[in-house]
């Protein structure tokens, strides 16, 4: 770690510089003797990732940034703060430390943390700061974390980790037995150090999958935001044998939306029915979830089909995804559209139909945009409909 990148000189370059180009800039050298323009340049693209992903390290200009890869890796603040608000304890340690975030925020949850991190250059970067921030209940260890937890006498309340996913070659694997460290592997070793057990995955992890080759899975957390899932959390419990539950939590701009149930429900259990009056749209952390039966049940709404995912109902009801009025139905071809719909504008979407959204707008020549939303899906009876909607 290099502390001239934190001299005075060079953070007000950094900062003078955040919106330049990066390409011409480094063409131009670093007009530090100390500071390489590799370095600076690694600052600047990382402080413009960390505006919006995490702005309590952005507000701070005494942090120092690490290799892009670490920070694309990294929780942003709002996942890393909703980790801190479903676990709890004396001890904590995070077998995959990376920079730092989780931490920051489980650190508010327990008394004592312990950030391990194979990465020397990183780790120190990292205590570096986590001392600026004025954490002072976080240990820094420096090398292979599973060779410290077979070393320590200590028992945690939580082991945390999050296997690098990525091989030997830099592509992105998906499967545990995969991930760096193997968690199916050192499971054994894990629940001799602690009875609770946290671990994030990657959103494509398949839940059945998991469920088997972990074992012990108490809760399933499927954490989107913006309507996109970004982590899959699995807590594990010591000898726990019951059902697993499935919690969903969708953040918005101003509001998220949360949905729960059990894995082993009867998903199979809802109503069909042709489209009523209003048309709902799961969100994405429901859509991973597979709760569709539970959901029927729950928000009092059926389903349009057993493949599209969509739901309808008379009257309006609250529901953890998109929710629309619907205006006309369409049975699909270019003759009915045609003469119903008047706009050059419109959202589409497709949910059970056999063309995609490009196919279907160079076919009828609709623009992106407008008020309009039209769903291009496939009714109960299997026929291929459009419903035209207005967003509520």
Request: charge should be neutral; hydrophobic fraction near 35%; proline fraction near 3%.
């Amino acid at each position: 770690m290099n502390q001239a990148i934190l001299h005075h000189e060079v953070q007000d370059f950094i900062l003078k510089n955040q919106k330049e180009n990066l390409a011409k800039l480094i063409l131009k050298g670093s007009p530090f003797s100390e500071v390489t323009i590799q370095e600076i340049a690694t600052q600047i693209s990382a402080l413009n990732k960390a505006e919006k992903k995490l702005p309590t390290w952005f507000s701070n200009k005494d942090i120092i940034y690490p290799e892009a890869l670490n920070l694309e890796q990294t929780s942003s603040e709002t996942t890393a703060k909703y980790k801190a608000s479903i676990i709890f304890g004396d001890n904590l340690i995070d077998l995959t430390g990376g920079f730092g975030i989780d931490d920051f925020y489980f650190a508010q949850s327990f008394k004592n943390i312990t950030h391990c991190e194979l990465n020397i250059e990183l780790s120190e970067l990292v205590s570096h700061n986590f001392n600026v921030l004025g954490l002072i209940n976080i240990k820094t260890v420096k090398g292979d974390s599973i060779e410290y937890l077979q070393a320590t006498d200590e028992h945690f309340s939580w082991i945390y980790l999050d296997p690098a996913r990525r091989d030997d070659y830099g592509g992105k694997v998906f499967h545990l037995n995969q991930c760096t460290p193997n968690v199916t592997e050192h499971l054994s070793l894990l629940f001799d150090k602690t009875d609770n057990i946290l671990i994030k995955t990657s959103p494509l992890l398949d839940l059945k999958a998991g469920i088997i080759e972990l074992k012990f899975v108490k809760e399933i957390h499927i954490v989107s935001v913006h309507n996109e899932v970004k982590e899959l959390l699995w807590i594990l419990k010591k000898g726990y044998q019951k059902e697993t539950q499935i919690k969903t939590i969708n953040f918005l701009k101003d509001k998220s939306q949360k949905f729960e149930g059990c894995f082993n429900e009867d998903q199979e259990n809802y109503k069909l029915r042709m489209p009523e009056n209003y048309l709902y749209e799961p969100n994405p952390a429901i859509m991973k979830s597979g709760l569709f039966g539970t959901l029927s049940q729950e928000t009092k709404t059926s389903k349009l089909h057993a493949n599209s995912h969509l739901y309808t109902s008379a009257h309006l009801q609250d529901f953890p995804g998109r929710s629309f009025e619907i205006l006309d139905i369409w049975a699909y071809n270019k003759k009915s559209l045609k003469k119903n719909f008047k706009s050059e504008k419109a959202n589409i979407t497709t949910r059970n139909f056999p063309k995609s959204v490009e196919a279907i707008r160079k076919e009828l020549k609709i623009k992106d945009g407008g008020d309009h939303y039209l769903f291009f899906t496939t009714d109960m009876n299997d026929s291929k409909i459009i419903i035209n909607c207005k967003k509520i």
